[in-house]
């Protein structure tokens, strides 16, 4: 490669974050094409109406490759970034994450991704999409993309971080009959759900602001899910809600309010 060009390429690639004269070089020589292949020791062409002749780097007798050099020198093959890349979603527990790379040049030379909690590398976290764990709570999130040409790979990129993750947001729902006789005693079905979650915890019935009873969804085998029988009902209407407690790692939340009718 000639000489002004390598060092003009050498002060471009020290300047991206290629940091000492071993990653440099490598950075050039990843940075080289082949030499275009032709069918015969020189190509014959005309430019500007003169007659030019060019030597054939990759004619079989390697005798003329002393002429030549390793390869044509391409910036366009470095792998450096343009614009940083962004972690988007719903910051809580529970919830899918979704890396962009941000912009790359050479991008189609390959990009991994790594997923960080405050800056340290979380097992297994490599793809575009990271589902937000219990222990990830109170952290913070951010994604590194990495060059998949190893002479670039000092050249990653690391997201901004995500605010610190919070609780799983859960919503509670119910179903009662309308109506039903005095004498028997009512059921109601409860259903909490939490994205990424199986909810567990205590479960309080309240007619109006009366508390009827607690009970606790205590396994995961129920998905969120458990019918409770309530106490005997006076004649009237009465209004039911059910208050979910929540958890560690999910938030509580309340059902919309249910009127029965005791007769």
């Known amino acids: 490669m000639a000489a002004p060009m390598a060092s003009a390429a050498a002060a471009i690639l020290s300047s991206l974050g290629l940091d000492t004269a071993a990653k440099v070089e490598a950075g050039l020589r990843a940075a080289l094409r082949t030499f275009p292949a032709y069918n015969a020791k020189y190509r014959d062409f005309f430019s500007n109406g003169k007659p030019w002749s060019e030597l054939n780097c990759r004619w079989p007798n ?7 050099g390793d390869g044509i020198l391409d910036l366009a093959q470095v792998q450096a970034n343009i614009s940083p890349p962004t972690v988007s979603g719903y910051y809580r ?3 899918t994450l979704k890396a962009s790379t941000g912009s790359w040049n050479a991008s189609g030379r390959g ?5 960080l909690s405050d800056n340290q590398p979380i097992d297994g976290a490599t793809s575009s999409t990271y589902k937000a764990r219990g222990w990830d709570l109170n952290h913070h999130l ?3 993309i990495t ?3 190893s002479a670039f790979k000092p050249l990653a990129k690391t997201s901004a971080q995500t605010p610190a993750l919070i609780q799983a947001k859960s919503t509670t729902s119910i179903s009662l009959p309308t109506t039903i006789s005095h004498t028997k005693r009512a059921y109601v079905s409860v ?4 994205t990424g979650y199986w909810p567990t915890g205590e479960l ?11 009970v606790h969804l205590t396994s995961t085998s129920q998905h969120g899910t458990r019918t409770i029988k309530l106490p005997a009902l006076a004649k009237g209407y009465h209004k039911i809600t ?3 407690g929540g958890t560690k790692y999910i938030l509580p939340s309340t059902s919309p309010m249910k009127q029965i009718k005791s007769k």
Not at 62 to 68: G, H, I, P, W
Not at 191 to 194: E, G, N, S
Not at 204 to 212: A, C, W
């Open 93 to 95: 527990v529970g919830q």
């Open 142 to 144: 951010s994604v590194r």
């Open 242 to 244: 059910v208050q979910y």
């Open 111 to 115: 990009l991994s991704y790594q997923w």
């Open 204 to 214: 309080t019935v309240y007619d109006r602001d009366k508390k009827l009873l607690s």
């Open 147 to 149: 060059p998949k040409v």
């Open 191 to 194: 259903t909490v759900k939490a």
């Open 62 to 68: 390697r005798s003329v490759t002393y002429a030549c």
